[in-house]
């Protein structure tokens, strides 16, 4: 099993950054990406940022220029450094592993971690 654990959330003021981490752990094989999503109450979950294997990023189109996505340990540990904080930008942030886990033959896994809350203040 993959487990995923993010961690870093908080409230901060209007303005503030924070940094966002994502751990993977388990019987991984390889991790293909890892993204960060977002989700507002009432609201649906979305991309904020994601890495690949490959190093090639994405972002949400909101939080370009203010957020930055980094890696660390072959995408086992994947960080959201977020600036300029907006009360918009108020959700619980989850963070999404996809890879092969170990075995005879390596399986795909899909795995999301419980999510961290983070409230910017106005």
């Known amino acids: 099993q993959v487990q995923v654990v993010e961690s870093g959330g908080d409230l901060v003021q209007a303005g503030g950054s924070l940094i966002l981490s994502c751990a993977a752990s388990g019987s991984i094989f390889n991790i293909i990406g890892v993204g960060w999503y977002r989700q507002a109450p009432g609201k649906q979950r979305d991309l904020v940022a994601e890495v690949n294997r490959g190093g090639g990023l994405k972002y949400g189109d909101s939080v370009k220029g203010r957020f930055t996505i980094s890696r660390d340990n072959g995408l086992k540990t994947v960080y959201l450094r977020m600036n300029t904080l907006k009360p918009e930008d108020t959700a619980v942030y989850y963070c999404?592993?996809?890879?092969?886990?170990?075995?005879?033959?390596?399986?795909?896994?899909?795995?999301w971690g419980q999510g961290t809350q983070v409230t910017v203040s106005s």
């Open positions: 999404n592993v996809k890879g092969y886990e170990m075995g005879q033959v390596p399986k795909v896994f899909d795995a």
